[in-house]
Every structure is written in C-alpha cells, then in structure tokens.
C-alpha cells in the first residue's frame, strides 16, 4: 500500500514539476508519518523515502531510535520552548519556528549541544487565527533576529494552507510565500538563504510545486487516513 502510494506521489510531482517547469531534485518529498506505527514508516524507507516529516517531539524522537540512522527528522509542528533541548542534534531542519524567543532557545540548546540548527520561519500567510506562525508583514523582521543568532541557519520560509475543497484555492497563498522569500533574499542578509520554501500538503501539492515549493509535506497520500481516535 505505501509503496504504491508512494510510486503514486512521485508520479505527481514529477508532472507537477514538468508543468511548473521546474527540475525534480529541486523539490524533497517529505513523508509525513505522524500518528503512524514505524512498521509502515520501514516500510516507506524500504520504498525510498529518508525524509520523514513528524509534528510531536516525542513521537520524533520515539521514531527516530527505532529507524535507519540515514533518515533525516523535519519537525513540522509546533515547537514549545520547553522541548527544544529534546529536539536539537536529532531534527534535521526545524520548520515551525514563529518567535524569537523559540529561536533563541534553539540557539542556546545549539551551542550546549556543540551543534548547527537549521531552520524555516512559519509564516501565516492567510491569517488564520487558528494557526501559529507570523504575518508575512512580520516575517522579514524576525528572518533577521534569528540569522543574528549564532548555531542556527534560517534557511527559508513555510507555511501551512487554509484546508480548502479544491487546491487550486490555495495558489494567491503559496504565490504569497514564494514572493516573500524572493523579497527577503534580494536583501541578501548575512545567514540567510532563503533557498527552502516549504508549502504544500496531500490537498495541494501540486499547486504548491508550480508556485515554487521546494519541500513537500505529504501525510495521508503516502500513509493513508490518520486515526486520532487511537
Ligand atoms: C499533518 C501535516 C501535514 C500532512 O498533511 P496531509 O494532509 O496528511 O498530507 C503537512 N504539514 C503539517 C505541518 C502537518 O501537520
């Protein structure tokens, strides 16, 4: 099943990137397996897939024991300052930070650790009041209070989309975030790349890609439904 699922997602972005005229390497697929049991996240590594998206700290780092140490953790959900130490030296990119005093604390957890973080800003770029995240009037300012921060790398920019009917909706929202990040890195601040745009979910994907998503976070594609109720 996730094999196939997994064969169907490549496909797609494949003709997603053909339509956005873009490369395939220029886009990473992650699989997001939050809520799912590592035997079908084994499963998606056998089938190819060494990036693997969660949104809990400890479900990350429960998984990540369990599994290949070649996999690379993206954290995508929110992050509380509380369990930064549980996170630095394991995620290999951070995509949820919204604040300077979160970033501030990775910094410090960072060089306790010895170690470099590498980061994405979390941008709510439709304003939606249920989720985390700054406005894109706010993005630029916190980009440069946390690329003045030693042990962490901003390296771009993410967002999570409204949930709509139809993905086409979402396009003016991840044009949004690309222009943004074009913005941002005319301005050429030290420590900050830029190059990563992360958007883009089962539901919209394939717009994301066209609009210039670099990183893709495809849960229920790959893995199924997920079932909170267990
Ligand atoms: C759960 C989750 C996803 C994946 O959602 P699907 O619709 O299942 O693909 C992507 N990004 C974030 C931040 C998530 O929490």
Redesign the pocket.
């Given at each position: 099943m996730v094999k196939e699922n997994l064969r169907e997602v490549e496909r797609r972005i494949g003709e997603a990137c053909a339509r956005g005229g873009r490369s395939r390497d220029e886009v990473c697929l992650i699989a997001?397996s939050?809520t799912k049991p590592v035997e079908m996240l084994k499963e998606a590594y056998e089938a190819g897939a060494h990036v693997f998206?969660e949104?809990k700290v400890q479900e990350l780092c429960e998984k990540y024991d369990q599994l290949p140490a070649d996999i690379d953790w993206h954290l995508?959900?929110h992050l509380q300052r509380n369990k930064v130490k549980y996170i630095v030296g394991k995620a290999a990119l951070i995509?949820s930070v919204d604040s300077l005093r979160l970033a501030q604390e990775i910094s410090r957890e960072a060089e306790k650790k010895g170690v470099e973080v590498n980061i994405l800003i979390e941008v709510n770029v439709a304003e939606e009041e249920s989720k985390f995240g700054v406005s894109v009037a706010e993005t630029e300012e916190l980009v440069r209070e946390a690329a003045a921060l030693p042990h962490i790398h901003v390296q771009g920019l993410m967002t999570?989309a409204p949930q709509v009917e139809k993905s086409e909706e979402n396009r003016p929202v991840f044009h949004a975030l690309k222009k943004l990040a074009v913005d941002i890195k005319m301005k050429n601040i030290d420590n900050v790349s830029m190059d990563v745009l992360s958007m883009g979910?089962?539901?919209d994907y394939e717009t994301a890609i066209e609009e210039g998503a670099t990183m893709v976070?495809?849960?229920?594609?790959i893995f199924g439904a997920?079932n909170y109720a267990v």
């Open positions: 997001v939050k998206g949104n995508i959900g995509h999570i979910m089962t539901g976070r495809v849960g229920t594609g997920r």
